[in-house]
């Protein structure tokens, strides 16, 4: 379905921010088209050791720019050295990625404690939030259906009372 | 003693006493006969006999009396608890956000929550940006085409100049422009031509309260087409505040304009309403709104600066 293009999209969706986050100097650039059997690929520009580097990237050595399209399009940053391309079709998010990041030799962000605090205490947060809805939505119900059987019975002694 | 006795209708307790209220025809009851099988026939002269029941009666307030109490300002959020980002911290999850979008299609924009009574005068007016968001405005203007007004605002850049024409296109529903002008002579003409009802909910019906009617037309042609206008709704105050490839000290600039611009807007009006400035929030066309805490970078970025923040 979609013709393989539903991981290139994901992908652009939810991985390239983040990773677009943690490496806010690299240029990264999408292009679509609307014809659905074109191909999914994207290119990966190098540049020389010598190219400025961008503190805090995640990304090793060579300072990468990014494009994923269906025709390549020319950074106008430093120079590109040379080329990676990665073919995106029929393949998930996750698969795209880990292509990714065996091409580019990056380095994953690890979490700090902090961010893992924040984490769990969110993820707890979710759980005891589900079990409340589950119970109040209990709750509620009962008191629509109490509701609905006093409007019935006023209903009715209308009705009786005519 | 006899059993307690209950009213069939309104369930309350009917005491022994009490059935001495009523007239006479009714027969005394003593505590040692049973009631008659008649007085539990008459529910409604039971109703209202107890005293106890009537000390402890619900008022029922009538329907028009009841009711809440209005706020009469905007509720606002307490920012103690708030999260706040400096200005490249913010720009970093935007840009993040807005990744692959085509560049000019993205806009940051600036949500100014303001501290405000509901009823009051509301902030409204025209600001240059030091770095213009939007640089192609199309501009309708009404006056004669052949006149020196005309003329000069065709010379000035606006799009559409005449009368009659620009009537007739709008009633068909032909609306080309993003901002009409009037000039004075040719108000009478516009009224006349009951165009409030289809430029109206667009905002673009000419003025005299938003300045869009106007004696000299070319300048005003000229100031409206670099500057953009924005207006107090609801207590907040929103305008597009830059493009998605500005770098951060463009957008610090243009920050700053616009917030003295509604400060000094706010002076203005506070002898009638007293309005104050609560909360700055960021946001851009596919971000989330993050609330600014006024420094421009924090240190604990990673090293990330400014610079790094610009590259699409």
């Given at each position: 379905?979609?013709?393989?293009?539903?991981?290139?999209?994901?992908?652009?969706?939810?991985?390239?921010?983040?990773?677009?986050?943690?490496?806010?100097?690299?240029?990264?650039?999408?292009?679509?088209?609307?014809v659905?059997?074109?191909?999914?690929?994207?290119?990966?520009?190098?540049?020389?050791?010598?190219?400025?580097?961008?503190?805090?990237?995640?990304?090793?050595?060579?300072?990468?720019?990014?494009?994923?399209?269906?025709?390549?399009a020319?950074?106008?940053?430093?120079?590109?050295?040379?080329?990676?391309?990665?073919?995106?079709?029929?393949?998930?998010?996750?698969?795209?990625?880990?292509?990714f990041?065996?091409?580019?030799?990056?380095?994953?962000?690890?979490?700090?404690?902090?961010?893992?605090?924040?984490?769990?205490?969110?993820?707890?947060?979710?759980?005891?939030?589900?079990?409340?809805?589950?119970?109040?939505?209990?709750?509620?119900?009962?008191?629509?259906?109490?509701?609905?059987?006093?409007?019935q019975?006023?209903?009715?002694?209308?009705?009786?009372?005519? | 003693?006899?059993?307690?006795?209950?009213?069939?209708?309104?369930?309350?307790?009917?005491?022994?006493?009490?059935?001495?209220?009523?007239?006479?025809?009714?027969?005394?009851?003593?505590?040692?006969?049973?009631?008659?099988?008649?007085?539990?026939?008459?529910?409604?002269?039971?109703?209202?006999?107890?005293?106890?029941?009537?000390?402890?009666?619900?008022?029922?307030?009538?329907?028009?009396?009841?009711?809440?109490?209005?706020?009469?300002?905007?509720?606002?959020?307490?920012?103690?608890?708030?999260?706040?980002?400096?200005?490249?911290?913010?720009?970093?999850?935007?840009?993040a956000?807005?990744?692959?979008?085509?560049?000019?299609?993205?806009?940051?924009?600036?949500?100014?929550?303001?501290?405000?009574?509901?009823?009051g005068?509301?902030?409204?007016?025209?600001?240059?940006?030091?770095?213009?968001?939007?640089?192609?405005?199309?501009?309708?203007?009404?006056?004669?085409?052949?006149?020196?007004?005309?003329?000069?605002?065709?010379?000035?850049?606006?799009?559409?100049?005449?009368?009659?024409?620009?009537?007739?296109?709008?009633?068909?529903?032909?609306?080309?422009?993003?901002?009409?002008?009037?000039?004075?002579?040719?108000?009478?003409?516009?009224?006349?031509?009951?165009?409030?009802?289809?430029?109206?909910?667009?905002?673009?019906?000419?003025?005299?309260?938003?300045?869009?009617?106007?004696?000299?037309?070319?300048?005003?042609?000229?100031?409206?087409?670099?500057?953009?206008?924005y207006?107090?709704?609801f207590?907040?105050?929103?305008?597009?505040?830059?493009?998605?490839?500005?770098?951060a000290?463009?957008?610090?600039?243009?920050?700053?304009?616009?917030?003295?611009?509604?400060?000094?807007?706010?002076?203005?009006?506070?002898?009638?309403?007293?309005?104050?400035?609560?909360?700055?929030?960021?946001?851009?066309?596919?971000?989330?709104?993050?609330?600014?805490?006024?420094?421009?970078?924090?240190?604990?970025?990673?090293?990330?600066?400014?610079?790094?923040v610009?590259?699409?």
């Open positions: 379905m979609n013709d393989g293009h539903m991981g290139p999209r994901k992908f652009w969706r939810q991985e390239l921010v983040r990773l677009k986050y943690h490496n806010p100097a690299v240029s990264m650039t999408v292009e679509r088209s609307t659905q059997h074109d191909s999914a690929t994207m290119s990966i520009h190098f540049t020389s050791e010598n190219a400025p580097q961008t503190s805090g990237s995640a990304t090793s050595a060579p300072n990468a720019t990014s494009s994923t399209s269906t025709d390549k020319p950074s106008n940053a430093a120079p590109t050295e040379r080329v990676e391309t990665i073919d995106m079709k029929f393949k998930s998010s996750n698969e795209i990625l880990k292509e990041m065996q091409v580019t030799r990056a380095m994953p962000v690890e979490a700090t404690a902090e961010e893992r605090e924040v984490m769990r205490s969110l993820e707890e947060q979710r759980i005891r939030g589900e079990r409340d809805s589950k119970l109040s939505l209990e709750v509620r119900q009962k008191k629509k259906r109490e509701e609905a059987i006093l409007a019975a006023k209903g009715e002694v209308a009705v009786a009372a005519q | 003693m006899a059993a307690p006795r209950y009213c069939p209708s309104c369930l309350s307790l009917a005491s022994q006493t009490t059935t001495t209220l009523f007239r006479a025809s009714t027969p005394r009851i003593s505590p040692f006969t049973p009631p008659p099988q008649s007085l539990l026939q008459q529910p409604n002269q039971l109703r209202a006999a107890s005293q106890n029941a009537l000390k402890y009666r619900r008022k029922d307030v009538p329907a028009s009396q009841k009711r809440k109490k209005a706020r009469s300002t905007f509720l606002v959020p307490d920012l103690r608890n708030a999260i706040q980002f400096s200005l490249v911290e913010a720009m970093r999850y935007l840009r956000s807005e990744v692959g979008r085509p560049p000019t299609s993205s806009k940051y924009e600036l949500h100014l929550r303001l501290r405000t009574p509901k009823n005068a509301v902030v409204r007016n025209r600001l240059r940006l030091p770095h213009p968001v939007k640089t192609d405005l199309r501009i309708c203007v009404i006056a004669p085409s052949d006149s020196p007004q005309g003329l000069a605002a065709k010379a000035a850049g606006a799009v559409i100049v005449g009368e009659e024409e620009i009537f007739l296109a709008i009633k068909e529903g032909r609306v080309e422009f993003d901002r009409c002008l009037c000039h004075t002579d040719s108000l009478a003409l516009l009224q006349k031509a009951n165009l409030g009802r289809i430029l109206g909910p667009k905002g673009l019906m000419p003025s005299v309260k938003t300045n869009t009617v106007v004696k000299d037309v070319g300048a005003s042609v000229r100031e409206m087409a670099g500057a953009s206008e207006r107090e709704r207590g907040v105050v929103r305008m597009a505040i830059g493009q998605l490839g500005f770098s000290e463009e957008m610090q600039r243009n920050i700053r304009a616009f917030v003295e611009s509604v400060k000094r807007d706010m002076q203005g009006i506070s002898d009638q309403t007293a309005k104050d400035l609560h909360e700055v929030v960021l946001s851009s066309t596919n971000g989330p709104g993050l609330s600014l805490n006024g420094s421009f970078s924090s240190g604990e970025d990673g090293g990330v600066g400014a610079r790094d610009s590259t699409l």
